[in-house]
């Protein structure tokens, strides 16, 4: 059984920068950021490849949020700049085998979350 724990999640400013964190059990699985506000589906927000030549984003977070994975602790982070109010959420971690994948079904294992809130 994989674990995933989440990490690094807070209340801050719009325009402030977060960085999360993923602690997985095994380090040879692709992973996925996900988010969930209240009310909402879970979304997909980012994922890198299990080698880590690979990642993928979704069009609300493009060119503010990075994601990155060091093997060696074997943790992938997200790195969220220029944040804003709509970013407010739970945010997941999640960890498959094979390709990214953007759909919440395709992740067989699943973090706790971390809430962040982004405040006007």
């Known amino acids: 059984q994989v674990q995933l724990v989440e990490s690094g999640g807070g209340l801050v400013q719009a325009g402030d920068s977060l960085r999360l964190s993923c602690a997985a059990s095994e380090r040879t699985l692709t992973m996925g950021w996900f988010r969930q506000a209240p009310g909402k589906e879970r979304e997909f927000v980012a994922g890198?490849?299990?080698?880590?030549?690979?990642?993928y984003y979704s069009d609300s977070v493009k060119g503010r949020f990075t994601i990155s994975r060091d093997n060696a602790k074997n943790t992938v982070y997200l790195q969220m700049n220029n944040l804003k109010p709509e970013d407010t959420a739970v945010y997941y971690c999640?960890?498959?085998?094979?390709?990214?994948?953007?759909?919440?079904?395709?992740?067989?294992?699943w973090g706790q979350g971390t809430q962040v809130t982004v405040s006007s």
């Open positions: 890198i490849r299990w080698s880590g030549d690979s990642t």
């Open positions: 999640g960890a498959k085998a094979g390709e990214i994948s953007r759909l919440v079904y395709g992740y067989n294992y």
